[in-house]
């Protein structure tokens, strides 16, 4: 269904890999064993490129939600003749619970479809197409299901139906009546074997799953000011967005979905950006006790401290074990989304020198040291040599938060984001076991920087913090001078560059555009969710509650029946564009409901400091 709106899509996920959910009760999109997999189902991307669908004749779905504080899936579809319940999930190991969630995760999709009233006639077609839909599935019948075989691995289908089957499709229907239900369940298997399961099996498996999701929610989910639930909605995603073997956090789980539709801005985001991740695990701070923050530190030390000992840079970017090289190509086979061309794999910015990533990483550590405890020798020399990098380098051009693929440049943000790296390491200093020659130097670089922004930063042509020193364009990222505490939010220039960018940077529909300037690339794209936020946040910061609550409103009226949010919106249509579910939007929700319930309770969100 690759015309489909992205917002009929639903997530599940164990804590590996992803599947997206359509609303008529098709898996358009599963990577298996892990995020960035190539992928089994993409009819997302193309309708010739895989799905697993269980639908009703005659049926449509009329409500679905996910069971309360899980990423399982309820989809309640209605006939002429009765109603059916299906239910779906990924399943996690047995008896999982809290902070286990993912370590046992058994690469298998489950799927249940209940009668609950009347009977009703049930239609189940399995087109896997593995690698991105170029390898044959090979599909046999066998006993308790049908099995496809590709190169190195084997999908499995575990249930009690007769499928008839030609090459490379499945397919078998079923009348049920009331209390009668088929279980389902598609295994990868590394090997060319294995053991179908029970429907008691099925069953059991879903039961655990539910368990397990609302053993962590229990465990973790704290947040009860204004917007409770969509917080705690969000802080699933980022949990469902975590790989928990390494403790990486993927950016979205989906490649390709557009900025625009029909435009080239199509991107594979199932890769850990030490950017996004850090903010993640700062938002998670907020919706959901981040105790496996310190996995993703040892994770990117593991992964990054070699390079950044030899060549003093830190990569923006690693696959989810540590891998480096994300070189990207294009699948030509693959129509695209609505047509929006090319679908690519890997990510052509994992090169790309992005100073911020200091700050962002810094600022993470900063927070969640109550967390973190003993950093440790490989963590605590993570975070000194990124340090050291920020105060090396800052002076330098680089392509900034937005990635923009054409020539570097001294943006703002970028260095903005250098002297929160050197804010928090002084603060840090002593986990850091910094000695007071390296102290001093992060304070001395961190104020020639303050220096350097507030000289050339600001545009009395434009009225307003700009995106470049020597430019008089607006950009949405200097919305954060006041957010990580650079200036205070009663600054007179930080109100200034709120208002501009609230009256020169948005939509008609009051949401906001990252930036309107030349970037690289060919066309437009919509509105960007994640500035909205911060905007909100801004106007929280800054005592304009009234603003801020209609901005946030603003925002959040685009989330989908089931509180997600992709990237961006487009400007004509109020469509969802870009990568799905996206981490970013929903670490700025978090962030900046909780910055709103502060001000409405007459305290100040803290830029650093706990207000626990």
């Not at 368990?211 to 469902?240: D, I, K, N, T």
């Not at 890769?271 to 993640?280: E, F, G, N, Q």
């Amino acid at each position: 269904m690759s015309h489909s709106p992205i917002a009929e899509y639903a997530l599940l996920s164990d804590c590996r890999s992803a599947a997206l959910v359509h609303r008529s009760g098709s898996v358009d999109w599963l990577c298996f064993p892990r995020f960035d997999s190539p992928s089994v189902f993409a009819r997302l991307l193309d309708d010739r490129a895989g799905h697993w669908s269980i639908s009703v004749a005659d049926g449509r779905a009329v409500r679905r939600r996910y069971l309360d504080g899980t990423l399982v899936l309820q989809t309640e579809f209605e006939s002429s003749s009765g109603r059916l319940v299906l239910t779906d999930a990924l399943a996690v190991g047995p008896n999982e619970r809290g902070h286990q969630l993912g370590q046992g995760s058994p690469h298998a999709l489950l799927r249940r479809a209940e009668c609950t009233a009347g009977t009703v006639e049930l239609t189940v077609e399995l087109a896997p197409r593995p690698g991105y839909g170029e390898e044959p599935a090979q599909l046999r019948a066998l006993n308790g299901g049908i099995a496809a075989g590709g190169p190195g691995s084997t999908l499995l289908l575990s249930s009690a139906l007769s499928f008839v089957t030609d090459a490379d499709v499945a397919a078998a229907a079923v009348t049920l009546r009331t209390g009668e239900s088929q279980a389902f369940a598609l295994h990868h298997l590394a090997g060319a074997s294995g053991a179908t399961w029970t429907a008691d099996e099925i069953v059991r498996r879903l039961d655990g799953t539910v368990a397990a999701w609302q053993s962590w929610s229990a465990a973790h989910q704290r947040y009860e000011g204004p917007w409770h639930e969509l917080v705690r909605r969000s802080g699933l995603v980022l949990q469902g967005l975590t790989y928990q073997p390494t403790g990486a956090i993927v950016a979205a789980p989906t490649t390709s979905l557009p900025e625009t539709v029909g435009g080239e801005r199509n991107w594979d985001y199932r890769y850990t950006w030490v950017r996004d991740a850090s903010l993640t695990l700062e938002a998670l701070w907020v919706a959901a006790c981040p105790d496996e923050a310190k996995d993703f530190f040892d994770f990117l030390a593991r992964a990054a401290l070699p390079q950044l000992e030899d060549e003093g840079r830190l990569q923006i970017m690693f696959a989810v074990t540590g891998e480096r090289d994300l070189t990207e190509r294009s699948l030509p086979h693959l129509g695209g989304w609505r047509g929006s061309r090319p679908v690519r794999v890997g990510n052509g910015a994992w090169n790309q020198r992005q100073l911020d990533v200091y700050g962002e990483l810094l600022s993470a550590a900063h927070r969640l040291r109550d967390q973190l405890g003993d950093l440790g020798p490989e963590v605590s020399g993570l975070l000194t040599d990124a340090a050291d990098a920020a105060a090396a380098s800052w002076r330098q051009p680089d392509h900034g938060i937005w990635e923009m693929r054409d020539a570097p440049r001294h943006f703002v943000h970028s260095k903005l984001l250098c002297w929160v790296a050197l804010d928090r390491a002084v603060e840090l200093a002593g986990a850091l076991g910094a000695n007071p020659a390296q102290v001093n130097r992060w304070r001395d670089e961190g104020d020639r920087i303050r220096e350097a922004i507030l000289a050339q930063g600001w545009s009395e042509r434009a009225g307003a913090f700009t995106q470049a020193f020597g430019s008089d364009a607006l950009d949405a990222s200097t919305l954060l001078i006041a957010i990580v505490g650079f200036l205070p939010a009663s600054d007179e220039r930080v109100r200034a560059t709120v208002n501009a960018v609230a009256e020169r940077l948005t939509d008609p529909r009051g949401l906001v555009y990252r930036y309107k300037t030349e970037d690289g690339l060919e066309g437009n794209e919509g509105s960007f969710l994640l500035c909205t936020f911060w905007l909100a946040r801004a106007l929280a910061l800054g005592g304009e509650v009234a603003r801020a609550r209609e901005t946030f409103e603003r925002a959040v009226a685009f989330a989908n029946d089931l509180g997600l949010l992709s990237e961006e919106v487009d400007d004509a249509t109020g469509e969802l564009l870009g990568n799905f579910p996206q981490a970013f939007s929903h670490v700025g929700l978090i962030n900046a409901a909780w910055a709103i319930a502060q001000a409405e309770a007459g305290e100040v969100a803290p830029t650093k400091e706990p207000l626990r």
